[in-house]
């Protein structure tokens, strides 16, 4: 069973316009961590977030909020006023606590955003 | 801070061939993985080492596939003999082990081209 699934696979915006990308994630380990990275066309995945199993506050980074519900086991992205430069495939990844070096990616959501 | 290095950036082959991508991991991180990332899809772990010990190696295809990290820093992963469908990038990761938030810090990847 997937661990963690991205069920949008592309999405496409017009600059300016909000959008959010979804990760589900599956887990039976009470402690876990949640992250997100960025790939751009260049093909280096960079870190954009970590949250842990036990900090369901969200948090905003300038243009970016994340969104984590464990009811829902959801740990949302949402990008404000998108720009062309979010243009990227965006993946979610968890980590358990019994082997937190071992990280379980989606299959990523690959996003345009258009001038 | 140096991030992760590898080379090449690029490689095109013919299948049958042999290849071997080099990496070298952020000073100190004693974790280290090859990952596989089918163009439209997400990382797939295909090892894990630690120092130059295997952790996990259970979706290498080892019958085509091998990976060292002689002494527990730089490491080389070699597909001998390459087939159409290694086509991929071949991410290089690492990680401090000790350390349970951290992530996972990716280099810029090696595009293989099999044809």
């Known amino acids: 069973a997937q661990k963690v699934t991205q069920a949008q696979t592309e999405i496409s915006v017009v600059e300016k316009e909000d959008v959010t990308l979804d990760c589900v994630y599956e887990?039976?380990?009470?402690?876990?961590?949640l992250f997100w990275y960025k790939q751009p066309p260049s093909g280096e995945l960079v870190f954009l977030i970590r949250?842990?199993?036990?900090?369901?506050q969200n948090e905003i980074s300038g243009r970016y909020s994340w969104n984590f519900q464990k009811s829902t086991s959801s740990f949302n992205f949402t990008i404000t006023a998108s720009q062309v430069v979010d243009s990227a495939v965006y993946f979610c990844?968890?980590?358990?606590?019994?082997?937190?070096?071992?990280?379980?990616f989606g299959s990523g959501t690959k996003l345009n955003v258009k001038p | 801070e140096a991030g992760v290095a590898q080379s090449p950036r690029y490689k095109i082959i013919e299948k049958r061939q042999s290849v071997a991508f080099w990496c070298n991991p952020i000073?100190?991180?004693?974790?280290l993985y090859w990952y596989q990332q089918i163009l439209g899809q997400g990382p797939k772990l295909l090892i894990q080492?630690?120092?130059?010990?295997?952790?996990?190696d259970s979706q290498l295809p080892k019958d085509r596939f091998s990976a060292e990290r002689l002494k527990g820093v730089d490491s080389t992963l070699k597909i001998q003999p390459a087939k159409l469908e290694d086509s991929a990038v071949y991410l290089c990761?690492?990680?401090?082990?000790?350390?349970?938030?951290?992530?996972?810090?990716f280099g810029p990847g090696t595009r293989l081209t099999v044809l």
């Open positions: 990761a690492s990680k401090n082990p000790g350390q349970e938030t951290d992530t996972q810090y």
């Open positions: 887990t039976r380990d009470t402690t876990y961590y």
């Open positions: 949250r842990n199993s036990f900090d369901e």
């Open positions: 990844a968890l980590s358990e606590a019994r082997n937190f070096n071992k990280f379980y």
């Open positions: 000073s100190g991180h004693a974790t």
């Open positions: 080492f630690q120092n130059n010990g295997v952790v996990d």
